[in-house]
């Protein structure tokens, strides 16, 4: 008996992961971790001076508002059975409604404090089911030109949950750049939800390396009609200190839809600043218990995009952008807050062919919807288990009790899906196979893609060893639907027991799409009877003759290869062997495209 280890093979789609990363490589300094600092001051208490003055970042001063997000025909809408169910008790209301009566929960005096760029505050996350605080908080900060005036910082509610993260997660608002400062002033008032406990104010300095002003400017629009990667700078290029990572990622089976995000940050950062930007986001989001970034991309306004976290750009690396909604979806966070300016045109450029190459490795339709669970977060619309359609290119509001990506980018979302599509032109979206495996004898499965232009098509069938056997054509209009079936046959008769491998190319006037592939298992019809009379009983000598080869299945008959299977092969009377009197024989037997493990006796 010999146990033969085969190739297990998957019946799913697949879609190769091998793109190259292009290369960015400015001259000059080199690529190295910086760490960034991080001061943490905890606040407690109102200052009664600073209460007393009229310039006490109130609400009204501040300014103080959350922007309630613009509907979307088809989106955000519940299906199924959870349709009519609405956010649970002890989650947040809609955008713009606040408590009756906020109360001030601390309020500090003028603090000076060491050298820092980015500011956010960070509280205890009750565990679930418990109400999760949401407090207001308004803060300012000290440079050489003095104070500057009070700004509110983006809450999330309840923190985002982190799938990788191990250990003890907090809550806390976005971190927010505010350039070189030596001083701050924080309020705090309890707004909607129980007072939060455990406040604390996180500064931090990002540090600075000689190749942060070195990364190359952004590249140009690209004209191919199909989506082609773009140049993204890696995490080593914004210098981060890969040994801060807690674990490693969290891999999703798919990716389903993009959600658009922004930082909250300064828009008047310059091209320089942009990685101690993203360390200092990077620290902050490790002070929240995250194990790495939370974004997997990021876009500043020079039109660059960046890598986030870590795992391969290629890859379904599960982030922590979206509370509720992580799963299936990857984040892309513009940097600046887009509240209150407006995006830039490299910045929307280089969004549109970051999400045109992304969501054609997944074959996602951009101007598609698509259905998604919500998991467990208090600041989602919708309680853990619901089924909601939502749009394949969404904003972060359209799923979580948010302003982001804030009322200056939000309304674009409807011009970058349009965008991305003409980008992609030929594409081949929410490819299925009718069928993974089917009996010897009967036909093969169709191939299922959506398009958004008038394309033609080709189905192609190989088996394991590489060459195509049979091919089947045909064309699609406009935005409409390919089904492309093999019929289960190779030449005149059926194709074998096996394994087949199945490629559907298409191309439009623009461009080629990428292809989708599927594996199809043609498994073995029942075993013949058993074989009759009666063994030879003997001995005698060895005696060598020519090697002959007795069958092959590739060209013959269908053998019974399943579980359990036997298959009977005549021996005596061929290849030199005497008909009668012999014992025994010696076989060579070669196994090509097993779909399992299996042993052979």
Same mark, same amino acid.
């Given at each position: 008996?010999?146990?033969?280890?085969?190739?297990l093979l998957t019946t799913t789609l697949a879609v190769p992961v091998t793109t190259l990363l292009p290369t960015v490589s400015p001259g000059g300094a080199r690529p190295v971790p910086v760490p960034a600092a991080v001061h943490t001051l905890p606040l407690t208490g109102v200052d009664a001076r600073s209460a007393?003055?009229?310039?006490?970042?109130?609400?009204?001063?501040?300014?103080?508002?959350?922007?309630?997000?613009?509907s979307i025909p088809g989106a955000g809408e519940a299906v199924g059975p959870g349709a009519a169910v609405r956010p649970t008790p002890g989650t947040l209301p809609p955008p713009g409604v606040r408590a009756a009566a906020a109360t001030l929960i601390v309020l500090t005096p003028q603090l000076s404090a060491s050298?820092?760029?980015?500011?956010?505050?960070?509280?205890? %996350?009750?565990?679930?089911?418990?109400?999760?605080? !949401?407090?207001?908080?308004?803060?300012?900060?000290?440079?050489?030109?003095?104070?500057?005036?009070?700004?509110?910082?983006?809450?999330?509610?309840?923190?985002? @949950?982190?799938?990788?993260?191990?250990?003890?997660?907090?809550?806390?608002?976005?971190?927010?750049?505010?350039?070189?400062?030596?001083?701050?002033?924080?309020?705090?008032?309890?707004?909607?939800?129980?007072?939060?406990?455990?406040?604390?104010?996180?500064?931090?300095?990002?540090?600075?390396?000689?190749?942060?002003?070195?990364?190359?400017?952004?590249?140009? *629009?690209?004209?191919?009609?199909?989506?082609?990667?773009?140049?993204?700078?890696?995490?080593?290029?914004?210098?981060?200190?890969?040994?801060?990572?807690?674990?490693?990622?969290?891999?999703?089976p798919e990716i389903a839809a993009a959600v658009i995000h922004h930082t909250t940050d300064s828009t008047s950062y310059s091209s320089s600043q942009v990685p101690g930007m993203i360390r200092a986001d990077y620290a902050y989001h490790l002070r929240l218990g995250w194990s790495d970034l939370g974004y997997n991309?990021?876009?500043?306004?020079?039109?660059?995009?960046?890598?986030?976290?870590?795992?391969? $750009? @290629?890859?379904?690396?599960?982030? *922590?952008?979206?509370?509720?909604?992580?799963?299936?979806?990857?984040?892309?966070?513009?940097?600046? !807050?887009?509240?209150?300016?407006?995006?830039?045109?490299?910045?929307?450029?280089?969004?549109?062919?970051? %999400?045109?190459?992304?969501?054609?490795?997944?074959?996602?339709?951009?101007?598609?919807?698509?259905?998604?669970?919500?998991?467990?977060?208090?600041?989602?619309?919708?309680?853990?288990?619901?089924?909601?359609?939502?749009?394949?290119?969404?904003?972060?509001?359209?799923?979580?009790?948010?302003?982001?990506?804030?009322?200056?980018?939000?309304?674009?979302?409807?011009?970058?899906?349009?965008?991305?599509?003409?980008?992609?032109?030929?594409?081949?979206?929410?490819?299925?196979?009718?069928?993974?495996?089917?009996?010897?004898?009967?036909?093969?499965?169709?191939? @299922?893609?959506?398009?958004?232009?008038?394309?033609?098509?080709?189905?192609?069938?190989?088996?394991?060893?590489?060459?195509?056997?049979?091919?089947?054509?045909?064309?699609?209009?406009?935005?409409?639907?390919?089904?492309?079936?093999?019929?289960?046959?190779?030449?005149?008769?059926?194709?074998?027991?096996?394994?087949?491998?199945?490629?559907?190319?298409?191309?439009?006037?623009?461009?080629?799409?990428?292809?989708?592939?599927?594996?199809?298992?043609?498994?073995?019809?029942?075993?013949?009877?058993?074989?009759?009379?009666?063994?030879?009983?003997?001995?005698?000598?060895?005696?060598?003759?020519?090697?002959?080869?007795?069958?092959?299945?590739?060209?013959?008959?269908?053998?019974?290869?399943?579980?359990?299977?036997?298959?009977?092969?005549?021996?005596?009377?061929?290849?030199? $062997?005497?008909?009668?009197?012999?014992?025994?024989?010696?076989?060579?037997?070669?196994?090509?495209?097993?779909?399992?493990?299996?042993?052979?006796?």
């Open positions: 008996m010999r146990r033969l280890t085969l190739l007393r003055t009229g310039d006490n970042g109130s609400v009204a001063a501040a300014g103080v508002r959350e922007s309630q997000p613009a050298s820092f760029s980015t500011l956010g505050v960070t509280w205890d %996350l009750p565990a679930a089911p418990a109400p999760r605080p !949401n407090p207001v908080v308004v803060v300012r900060t000290h440079s050489g030109s003095g104070w500057s005036d009070w700004s509110p910082l983006d809450t999330e509610a309840g923190g985002l @949950t982190d799938p990788s993260a191990q250990g003890v997660q907090r809550a806390g608002t976005e971190p927010t750049w505010v350039g070189p400062s030596d001083g701050v002033q924080v309020r705090v008032e309890r707004g909607n939800g129980p007072p939060p406990t455990g406040l604390r104010a996180e500064l931090i300095d990002p540090g600075s390396s000689a190749y942060d002003g070195q990364v190359g400017s952004a590249p140009p *629009a690209s004209a191919a009609a199909v989506a082609q990667q773009p140049v993204v700078y890696s995490r080593a290029s914004w210098g981060a200190d890969e040994s801060r990572v807690r674990s490693g990622p969290t891999l999703m991309f990021l876009v500043d306004r020079f039109g660059r995009i960046w890598e986030g976290r870590r795992g391969g $750009i @290629t890859a379904a690396v599960q982030g *922590a952008h979206a509370g509720g909604f992580n799963y299936r979806t990857f984040g892309v966070a513009v940097i600046g !807050n887009y509240e209150r300016s407006t995006p830039s045109w490299p910045a929307l450029g280089a969004l549109q062919r970051l %999400l045109a190459w992304k969501l054609d490795l997944a074959h996602d339709d951009p101007l598609g919807t698509t259905v998604l669970v919500a998991g467990e977060y208090s600041g989602a619309r919708w309680p853990a288990g619901t089924s909601v359609r939502v749009p394949v290119i969404m904003g972060h509001r359209d799923v979580d009790y948010t302003a982001c990506p804030g009322a200056k980018l939000y309304p674009w979302l409807a011009r970058i899906r349009s965008g991305v599509a003409s980008l992609m032109q030929a594409g081949l979206f929410n490819p299925s196979a009718s069928a993974a495996s089917g009996a010897y004898g009967t036909a093969g499965p169709t191939i @299922t893609a959506r398009t958004l232009t008038t394309q033609s098509w080709t189905l192609s069938v190989a088996d394991c060893t590489g060459p195509v056997f049979a091919t089947r054509t045909g064309s699609v209009s406009g935005r409409g639907a390919v089904s492309a079936k093999w019929d289960g046959r190779r030449g005149a008769g059926w194709a074998n027991p096996g394994v087949y491998d199945l490629r559907l190319d298409s191309r439009s006037g623009s461009g080629s799409a990428r292809p989708v592939t599927a594996s199809y298992v043609v498994t073995a019809p029942p075993p013949g009877p058993a074989p009759t009379g009666n063994p030879v009983q003997g001995s005698g000598g060895i005696v060598p003759v020519t090697p002959v080869r007795l069958l092959d299945s590739r060209t013959g008959p269908a053998l019974a290869t399943g579980p359990g299977g036997r298959v009977d092969v005549a021996v005596t009377g061929r290849g030199g $062997i005497p008909a009668d009197g012999t014992a025994a024989v010696a076989l060579s037997v070669t196994a090509l495209c097993p779909s399992a493990a299996t042993t052979l006796t």
